[in-house]
């Protein structure tokens, strides 16, 4: 069988490519170098189709001095020449990563195993869709209404605003029922109406910060970082080392990640991130969700990269064993 792989990742990770051990995606194509998988990378503007078939202009990468790095010649390849395709650009999830995810579209999922599929991921809101799992997740509203964002800040005198569409923290408000910029934050945000966000009931322990709990397949990770929030900031968005810990996870976390887990393998997304406060689910990330490696190998003193290797070499065993299955008929 071709062992031959393809990573979608995001802009700035293609310029800053090598000694970037901050990314999960240098941690994942190094592991895969090193058991001898051919990996090429490539970004969303880098994919098209030509006849009604996927393509992409990929670069081949390679390993030198336990790092990575990757050829400047671009090689036209169409996307079933890869085994499996790993889609991991960052949001935005704007019209261009839309595009990008229509590419699929256009392969075939029998022939290259999609991690995740982008047709599913352009599906699957990280916000928006925790609602599928209504006991794990705080209170929360999803709307453009102005008037409906104030009512739930009256009723719950504190609230969480998010965008829908990015990541890391950025465009996320706390309100207060007692902000005198209540109003204009809230007209802001839903461009006086017309943008739909989500409002999550505030949950006070945010000050102690949120886990991340790691989903491979239909696999939780014991592994768990908690993120602390950075100075200045009611939320995580400093990836420095000194704003992460070890943590653990309740048995009713581990319960929740499952059941989520499970759900979301049906749906073709293999890799996923829950954020997690007081036992509440905030978000699922499922477009590049980040598994800290560096992270979780200095607080657990363990190479967690071998773990994660083990469960994807497990998935991509398991879905190409239906044609070997097949070919014995």
């Given at each position: 069988?071709?062992?031959?792989?393809?990573?979608?990742?995001?802009?700035?990770?293609?310029?800053?490519?090598?000694?970037?051990?901050?990314?999960?995606?240098?941690?994942?194509?190094?592991?895969?170098?090193?058991?001898?998988?051919?990996?090429?990378?490539a970004i969303k503007s880098d994919l098209f189709i030509e006849n009604a078939v996927?393509?992409?202009?990929?670069?081949?990468?390679?390993?030198?001095?336990?790092?990575?790095?990757?050829?400047?010649?671009?090689?036209?390849?169409?996307?079933?020449?890869?085994?499996?395709v790993f889609f991991r650009p960052d949001p935005p999830v704007d019209i261009d990563?839309?595009?990008?995810?229509?590419?699929?579209?256009?392969?075939?999922?029998?022939?290259?195993?999609?991690?995740?599929?982008?047709?599913?991921?352009?599906?699957?809101?990280?916000?928006?869709?925790?609602?599928?799992?209504?006991?794990?997740?705080?209170?929360?509203?999803?709307?453009?209404?102005?008037?409906?964002?104030?009512?739930?800040?009256?009723?719950?005198?504190?609230?969480?605003?998010?965008?829908?569409?990015?990541?890391?923290?950025?465009?996320?408000?706390?309100?207060?029922?007692?902000?005198?910029?209540?109003?204009?934050?809230?007209?802001?945000?839903?461009?006086?109406?017309?943008?739909?966000?989500?409002?999550?009931?505030?949950?006070?322990?945010?000050?102690?910060?949120?886990?991340?709990?790691?989903?491979?397949?239909?696999?939780?990770?014991?592994?768990?970082?908690?993120?602390?929030?950075?100075?200045?900031?009611?939320?995580?968005?400093?990836?420095?080392?000194?704003?992460?810990?070890?943590?653990?996870?309740?048995?009713?976390?581990?319960?929740?990640?499952?059941?989520?887990?499970?759900?979301?393998?049906?749906?073709?997304?293999?890799?996923?991130?829950?954020?997690?406060?007081?036992?509440?689910?905030?978000?699922?990330?499922?477009?590049?969700?980040?598994?800290?490696?560096?992270?979780?190998?200095?607080?657990?003193?363990?190479?967690?990269?071998?773990?994660?290797?083990?469960?994807?070499?497990?998935?991509?065993?398991?879905?190409?064993?239906?044609?070997?299955?097949?070919?014995?008929?």
């Amino acid at each position: 069988m071709s062992k031959n792989i393809l990573f979608i990742i995001d802009d700035i990770e293609l310029k800053y490519f090598e000694f970037n051990d901050l990314v999960t995606d240098f941690w994942l194509i190094r592991e895969f170098l090193k058991r001898d998988y051919k990996v090429s990378v490539a970004i969303k503007s880098d994919l098209f189709i030509e006849n009604a078939v996927g393509c992409v202009f990929s670069r081949e990468s390679y390993i030198q001095d336990s790092n990575i790095f990757y050829k400047n010649h671009k090689n036209k390849n169409c996307i079933n020449d890869f085994q499996v395709v790993f889609f991991r650009p960052d949001p935005p999830v704007d019209i261009d990563y839309i595009n990008a995810c229509y590419v699929f579209d256009f392969v075939d999922k029998e022939k290259t195993l999609l991690i995740n599929n982008p047709v599913e991921v352009k599906n699957f809101n990280e916000k928006f869709h925790i609602n599928y799992f209504p006991d794990a997740i705080p209170e929360n509203i999803v709307t453009s209404s102005i008037d409906l964002i104030i009512k739930f800040v009256e009723e719950n005198k504190e609230a969480i605003l998010k965008p829908l569409n990015r990541c890391f923290g950025d465009g996320v408000y706390y309100l207060n029922i007692e902000d005198k910029n209540l109003l204009n934050i809230v007209k802001s945000m839903t461009q006086k109406g017309k943008t739909v966000v989500m409002v999550q009931k505030y949950i006070p322990e945010v000050k102690s910060g949120d886990k991340r709990v790691l989903i491979i397949g239909d696999k939780v990770m014991d592994e768990c970082i908690q993120k602390l929030p950075a100075e200045h900031d009611f939320k995580f968005s400093n990836h420095n080392d000194r704003f992460f810990k070890d943590s653990n996870l309740t048995s009713e976390e581990k319960r929740n990640a499952q059941n989520i887990a499970c759900q979301l393998v049906k749906r073709g997304i293999y890799l996923a991130g829950l954020d997690v406060i007081n036992g509440k689910v905030i978000e699922i990330n499922v477009t590049s969700p980040c598994y800290f490696i560096r992270e979780i190998n200095h607080h657990y003193n363990i190479h967690f990269e071998d773990k994660i290797m083990k469960c994807l070499e497990e998935i991509i065993d398991k879905h190409f064993s239906k044609d070997r299955l097949y070919a014995f008929n």
